[in-house]
């Protein structure tokens, strides 16, 4: 009899998938039937609002088929009900839980109706995240207890997620027995279930949830970046950052180690103090997207190896010395909760994997993040802080080290040095004809030679120098002689300007005077060259066991790389010469390595294999970084790029050879020249 | 080349597994590439003991092979050192990883060198249980890191033990990176691993570990019994016993759920009461075995539905209702942490499934124990508690119930009532002439008229009458005729006797007067009658559900049927007619089971699979039930066994037919008879 039923043709886009129906089907169903990508938390109640659709009329040569509008059925009371409560649909669209099929009919879903629909990246390099979260939500109705065929409520639960869901083999532990006889109660037997896709069953809730949340976190020596996300639509909810509170036991990383060594127990306070900072975060996270923090459901973590061995509560002392080795490199997943991680009760927490001592799952995130082994051209990836990451390579290979540059690039260990906060010097020109200088401050627009710049400063007074800052007077004060190729600052130039003056044995520069006084001194130019020779050392040493003498792109991660201006570091010889237009900062790759982690679980295995083949480069036991090393204290380093680079930041020689082979950037770049020339 | 190399016949008995070997090859390695089942923990180090061999010599013809003395390897220093350590090897025993094959010979494994070997279980009538733990020890050296090729402690841990132990896709938490750089380094990179057959490895030792130990617990209503085992030999170190401590909260387990309904937070009280009294009990067993708490790594449950809720922290209030709804009837395994259990960090707890709202875990357990599934007889197993839990089946069907005796049977709600304790009546014998009682009290063997009693009172007094003597008390009223077959004590023998006297409206009999006077009231009757009509009831109803009208065999578990003389409970119809030879206490039966599934994790699937089989049977909802109750208030219950049971007890009128045919037990009744008769 049923073979009679009359059937319609339905034809699915953007998929094409098409198929007979008969009369009277929802299009959700037919979408199921067909494996059509329609997404639905609340499996067809009309509740969650994902299945939404469109179904244009008109006439599809290309499907062959005519669609009616007749061919669809009446809006229901339970859409009018959905609008009410979420506002009404967009262009005429319907849930397909509640439409049926009443003829031929063309079904247009749209990308946010899909269930692995994309994530839009800011960066218009990059592809965009799939949204395929480790954790989704399913409504169901859970069969009431019956005397007469006893059973638990769990396993009635597990039916219906089975029999609605098609999930199976599902587990879970002890703290969902606590909350399920009053979730399954509370809304007459209908509750929303968060399934791990390891088929544990996380939460219940009763009735229909529909949000969950994850965080991504980025957990630095300085500071801690949150990243709150809706784990059911990709969206970023808010980022929230506060300082590392590890920080009153040691600026550093060597530091804190140290302070583990000579106080023991002290990585027990170093832990306690991140983890309580991190729960702060997460509170002011949720309260900003005005969610609970129990929503949140997932965390992902990306850490350096000191920290990321402190934040699980491992004694960090054996990544202070040789053989530097972790406890464990691989990735990891473990309940939040036994990290002391207040959010819902299983959140889930994943780390990114570690890579070796010294380079951490904050490397692994930059690679997730910018993918150097999906290119046959070679990147190099620089993640500066006290330690550089550095990462070489393309599809072929992939080589990893970490450099001991210190903290200077951070402004630390410098005599007006500061972290970038309001009121440091970010960006420093010399004039190469008078040695003197002009500069601009964090929070202020105006130059330190625009009038508009002294109206500020008893708002905004100078206070210090950032890093960015930092390298940009070393590199003019070379450019403009103050210093030498070795680094030395040029006392018979007093005659010339007496910013430059004795200190001691040695000169300094006197960049700035007032409430603050600064001066570049002999010191500070030095630890500048130990920091940039240490890093291109290490640039260096993977370039040779890559045995290449160039690099086709680069990519500075984290803050250093989003602040300082790519041309002074290769000025400076910070980085290998590269076509200056294939040089960028990476933003905080870290951060979104670990969204993407968070957001994509197929990104997890992804990053572990590709951490599995990094080749693992350890400077300390290479004689060749000590001859890098010290080739690298000299500034500059040779190169026609120099000459180019030179010529950009405006040198009072201008050469006319190659710049456009150099493929400088023109736009700002160009912009400065003008603004300079008219300065001048 | 090493094809040349000269080779020997070597046979294991008992297995007859033979192959050749070239020479030099240790025993361990030849019984590893044979499969034979040869237990070694240190893997070849000598150090675990577990690989003892004989090597006989002499003639085989069995197994066509001469074995002479020269042709096993001389004992080496490592044997030596062991037997300094733990005393010398029996029976000229060998290590099996020490010597070496150097010409054809015999290997027999003992028992106790077997992985899967077999621990003895008392009772006779039971097969023994096979050592077969989810959780075992391995000895391995793991790889001291290099920095040449970084990779964490973890992984080249996992390598050892897939190296040495071919365990592979080992997983782990948080709590073991916690504590393995100490434990890899303490001893120079030698460990033991604790690995669950799940593949999670739980813990780490720095060097060689040769014990861990897991406590099989029956929490009752009343009390909670543990029994620790050595899991490596099947041991049982010691067994130890605590009240429970929630009989403050009520005593019966329908109060401590109207606790819970009076005072919201109940639960947890009682929650942390039982875990509290667990983790006394597992130190108590610790401190008397003289191992640590933390060698304890493993723990099973069982428990009636409320106690099982209860520790779990589950809230019970949904069992003290109809529909009676678990929150969960499954098998479960958590980390026993996660129920605030203080043993290993990564202890493991095992909780037997439930079988229905009634029908707990320790029901699971006494059908683990007793297997009468295994039988074609049918058998009937009775726990009896405040409810009795009653199982009815064979190899075809099981059917179970649960009815609800109330506590009569435990000695409460009775006048002179009181738990089974020194000082307790229970044995009572009534001289049908004279209706003059004897008894005897727990703690004392001599009887109340023995001279040797009234000197033990007055350090040992009459306290009360426990549950086997009210039954005893109860029935001998009845065989004596001072109670009638509808229970009412007959008010005209107080002229016969001053001791039946009137009590109200009602009579009494007076069983003893002292400092504490005990009489058997109308009352008291009433109460063992409507457990027994309930008891018998429900038995009655699984027998109507199998369409049987006798038994084959009876068990009684738990403390009531150790205790009670399974006569009298025949004779006042608690339990069906049945051969008197094949009723049995079954002991701590829940215990055993509860043991079983400790020790052999085969059991677990076995015990969840045998319960997933069984039909529940709602008491509540049958209406034979009630019928069932009415007409099983009488006594006697009516039946040819009865009138045997009357004379073994020595009725004044004995029979002689049947007698034998009921396969009256002859030990203890010819004796007493005999006591009796001389008493006379």
Known sequence: MSESTEQALVVFTPSGKRGQFPIGTSILSAARTLGVDLDTVCGGRGLCGRCQVLCPEGEFPKHNIVSRAEHLSESTKVEARYQRINGAFIDG???????????????????????HRQVIRKEAEHANITLNPAISLHVV??????????????????????????????????SLLHTLQEALRAENWQVTAAVHNDG?????????????????????????????????????????????????????LMSRVSYVMMNPGGDAEMTTAVREAINQLLIDAATEANIDVTDIIELTFVANPVMHHLLLGINPVELGGAPFALTTDEALNVDAASMGIRAHPKAQAYFLPCIAGHVGADTAGVILCEEPGKLDDITLLVDVGTNAEIVLGNSKRLLACSSPTGPAFEGAQISGGQRAAPGAIERVRIDPETLEPRFSI??????????????????????????????????????????????????????????IAADGRTFSYLLHEGDVTIRITQNDVRQIQLAKAALYAGVRLLMDHMSIDKVDRIRLAGAFGSHIDVKYAMILGLI????????????????????????????????????????????????????????????????????????????????????????????????RRRRRAADN
Chains 1, 2 share one sequence.
């Open 93 to 115: 669209r319907r849930l397909g839980c509640q439409a049926n099929v009443l003829g031929d009919m063309v079904v247009d879903v749209p990308p946010e109706s899909q269930v």
């Open 141 to 174: 109705e859970v069969q009431q207890p019956d005397m007469h065929d006893p059973s638990g409520d769990l396993r009635r639960l597990k039916q219906a997620l089975e029999t609605e869901w098609n999930l199976t083999g599902l587990t879970t532990d002890l």
């Open 200 to 252: 544990r069953i996380l939460g219940v809730w009763p009735g229909f949830k529909e949000r969950i949340c994850g965080v991504a976190i980025d957990v630095g020596s300085t500071t801690i970046a949150a990243h709150l996300c809706d784990l059911i639509t990709g969206e970023v909810l808010g980022s929230n950052g506060a300082m590392n509170p590890q920080i009153r036991f040691g600026e550093d």
């Open 442 to 499: 964090i929070g202020c627009e105006a130059w330190s030679d625009d009038p508009e710049f002294e109206k500020q400063l008893d708002t905004l007074p100078v206070t210090g120098i950032c890093g960015s800052g930092i390298i940009e007077v070393v590199a003019e004060m070379f450019l403009a002689g103050i210093i030498d190729t070795d680094g030395v600052v040029q006392g018979h130039l007093a005659e010339k300007n007496p910013r």
């Open 576 to 671: 290998p010469d590269c076509i200056l237009d294939q040089v960028a900062s990476a933003g905080n790759a870290a951060g979104t390595g670990a969204r993407i982690a968070l957001l994509d679980r197929a990104s997890r295995s992804h990053i572990e294999n590709v951490v599995r083949g990094v080749e693992k480069i350890e400077t300390a036991v290479e004689p060749k970084f000590q001859e890098h090393f010290v080739e690298a204290m000299a500034f500059p380093h040779k190169s026609a790029v120099f000459t180019e680079l030179a010529k950009v930041v405006k040198l009072p020689e201008p050469t006319v050879s190659q710049a456009d082979s150099a493929g400088v950037q023109r736009g700002r770049s160009a912009r």
